[in-house]
């Protein structure tokens, strides 16, 4: 196949666009022979917009007749670019399916769809295509990812050459897969409508209704070049329209000129070869990994190339599927430091050493991209021996446990951890330090000595006081404690045997007399007594009592009413009987009976006055 699409080119190398062998006319963007790049017009957007959905969105529509499409990712990203027709097929990376990167043939054109496999590469997907199409297809983005942007373009024939194909941009209904992003997908359409012009406002320059009488006709077409597929050019020439009558080239509009695309000549299938695919990704970032491609048996039948079985590539070694591969060495780790010293004198510590993922070039690198599997330990423990132990001991004590004769003297001893090993200890053993000794303060003998007893009770409760002990001479001598008369004992300091005392500070009390005799037999009268405050020990008038208790000094008492004999025969006759019973005329019997109801009264209360006292 590559040696027949070889000697196509080399045939076609001098053959002018028109057909004719040295004619030098070029095919122009616009893929007119000969053309200057006017009949057609670039369509280049970059498409921004994010979405919150993840899935497919569409991003721009490409019409009937583009050519030279270039839909190309920004920047690397995990979306994926999408590619449909309008009849609904899907041609890339439908169905939630991410084809491999490859050729794809859809909308009459082939398709080539890259996604750079290095891992360094930053470049994202790419969609091209010569075409021209022969339906609207629609881009989609599978959503995944902010996106960093998509810059799509091609390449339309303008508006006087396309008018009868105009595509049609009705939206698609029911396309339930994408929220539709209109003002993008329609940016293709602005300008393509240029208004009418009155046809007699047509510049000169353009050959008035040369069109009507000429047209370009295919005439014949190269030779057939190849033994199967694909091998035949057409030639067009222009000739008269109504009589096909071959004139010259220069009265038909070249810029109309039909494009001469390469056509099957040869119906048979051509032998079939392997299309190999772009190789996955590396299996590994660093170190020998895998990668893998798809190798597909085809045929190119007439103008279409198709998948069949391998038996059809029997004639071809078949290529490799999987490889090999590193894409760089992996970074290694280096011990950069000795073991430090151990982090205790004694007994269990640890110790640590540095340890670095150094990459080939020497530079240290985030461990990650080290095996960790292979880091050498960078700490471990570490023993230094059981711990050295000694005595500890205090200093003896100044005290003699006895006073005379044989006594102790003490101090503590124990048996610690010593953690400054710089010192030249061996361990506690089993000599235990002696922590007594003995001590002698002189001998007993014939120590002659006051002895005193306990102090007797304070002489008085409270307020200054004395007591008293007993005060005696002995002596001390082996056979024991004998008391001797007080003058053995001269030379020495008699102790005391008498001394003051205050157990607590007096205080003072509230001290009252006996009630007085009632003022009244009845009705209410009041009795007094006398309060006085006096202190505890020398009943001496004082301010020490507590107000708050101090006992009252007058009272009420006989509350009664009186009650006299109600007598109806002994009333008050006269009006002034009370000044009867103040002369004591009552003893008289005519005011008694004048005056009987005050005189009575008057009697009964000196009555209860007597009886009471
Ligand atoms: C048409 O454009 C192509 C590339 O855009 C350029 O190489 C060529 O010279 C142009 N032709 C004319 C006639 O301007
Ligand atoms: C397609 O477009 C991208 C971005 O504009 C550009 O880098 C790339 O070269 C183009 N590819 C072709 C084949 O024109
Ligand atoms: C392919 O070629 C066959 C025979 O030449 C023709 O009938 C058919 O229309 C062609 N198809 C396309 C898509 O060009």
Not at 151 to 172: F, V
Not at 290 to 295: D, E, F, S, T
Not at 567 to 595: G, H, I, P, S
């Amino acid at each position: 196949f590559e040696i027949f699409y070889k000697l196509l080119t080399l045939n076609l190398s001098n053959l002018g666009c028109d057909g004719y062998l040295g004619s030098g006319k070029v095919i122009d963007k616009c893929n007119v022979c000969g053309g200057d790049n006017s009949t057609c017009r670039l369509v280049s957007e970059l498409f921004k917009h994010s979405f919150s959905k993840i899935g497919y969105h569409k991003i721009a529509e490409i019409p009937e007749g583009a050519t030279k499409i270039n839909v190309t990712e920004m920047v690397k990203s995990r979306n994926y670019l999408a590619l449909r027709s309008r009849s609904g097929r899907s041609i890339i990376n439908g169905n939630w399916a991410i084809d491999r990167p490859g050729r794809y043939e859809g909308g009459g054109t082939i398709f080539t769809y890259r996604r750079p496999n290095e891992i360094s590469s930053t470049a994202g997907e790419s969609l091209l295509a010569e075409g021209p199409t022969n339906e609207i297809l629609d881009i989609y983005i599978i959503f995944q990812q902010q996106n960093p942007g998509v810059h799509y373009e091609y390449i339309l024939p303008s508006q006087k050459i396309t008018g009868p194909q105009k595509p049609n941009h009705r939206p698609e209904a029911g396309n339930g897969q994408d929220e539709q992003e209109k003002e993008n997908v329609n940016s293709a359409d602005q300008g393509r409508s240029p208004p009418r012009r009155p046809d007699n406002q047509v510049p000169a320059v353009q050959p008035p209704r040369r069109g009507r009488e000429y047209n370009w006709k295919q005439t014949s077409a190269t030779e057939c070049s190849v033994s199967c597929g694909k091998g035949q050019y057409p030639i067009f020439h222009c000739v008269n329209r109504l009589n096909h009558v071959q004139v010259s080239d220069s009265l038909c509009d070249s810029s109309s000129r039909p494009s001469s695309q390469e056509e099957a000549c040869n119906l048979q299938p051509c032998p079939g070869f392997w299309d190999i695919g772009e190789w996955s990704e590396c299996s590994k970032t660093c170190g020998l990994g895998m990668q893998h491609r798809q190798v597909l048996c085809r045929q190119v039948y007439a103008n279409r190339t198709l998948n069949v079985h391998t038996s059809h590539c029997r004639h071809l070694e078949r290529p490799e599927t999987a490889s090999s591969c590193q894409l760089k060495i992996c970074s290694e780790w280096q011990i950069r430091s000795e073991w430090t010293s151990c982090s205790v004198p004694c007994g269990l510590g640890q110790r640590s050493r540095e340890v670095r993922c150094v990459s080939n070039v020497g530079d240290f690198v985030s461990d990650e991209e080290c095996n960790m599997n292979l880091r050498p330990i960078d700490m471990e423990n570490c023993d230094m021996g059981a711990c050295a132990k000694s005595w500890f001991y205090t200093e003896w004590g100044d005290k003699c446990s006895a006073e005379c004769g044989m006594g102790v003297k003490t101090r503590g001893v124990l048996c610690l951890t010593n953690h400054i090993s710089s010192l030249p200890l061996e361990g506690c053993g089993s000599e235990r330090p002696a922590d007594s000794q003995v001590c002698n303060n002189g001998p007993c003998e014939n120590r002659i000595e006051w002895f005193t007893g306990p102090w007797s009770q304070c002489s008085a409760e409270c307020g200054p006081g004395s007591q008293q002990r007993a005060v005696v001479c002995l002596v001390k001598s082996e056979e024991g404690i004998s008391v001797m008369p007080p003058y053995e004992c001269s030379s020495l300091n008699r102790p005391l045997s008498q001394q003051s005392c205050n157990l607590k500070a007096c205080g003072a009390k509230w001290y009252h007399t006996e009630w007085s005799a009632c003022s009244k037999t009845c009705e209410g009268g009041f009795r007094v007594r006398e309060v006085r405050c006096l202190s505890d020990h020398e009943v001496q008038s004082s301010e020490g009592c507590d107000e708050r208790l101090k006992p009252a000094a007058r009272e009420s008492c006989n509350p009664e009413p009186c009650m006299p004999q109600i007598d109806e025969n002994c009333r008050d006759k006269y009006f002034n009987c009370n000044m009867v019973v103040q002369a004591r005329l009552c003893v008289y019997d005519y005011y008694m009976t004048t005056c009987c109801a005050s005189c009575i009264r008057v009697a009964h209360k000196q009555m209860i006055h007597r009886g009471r006292s």
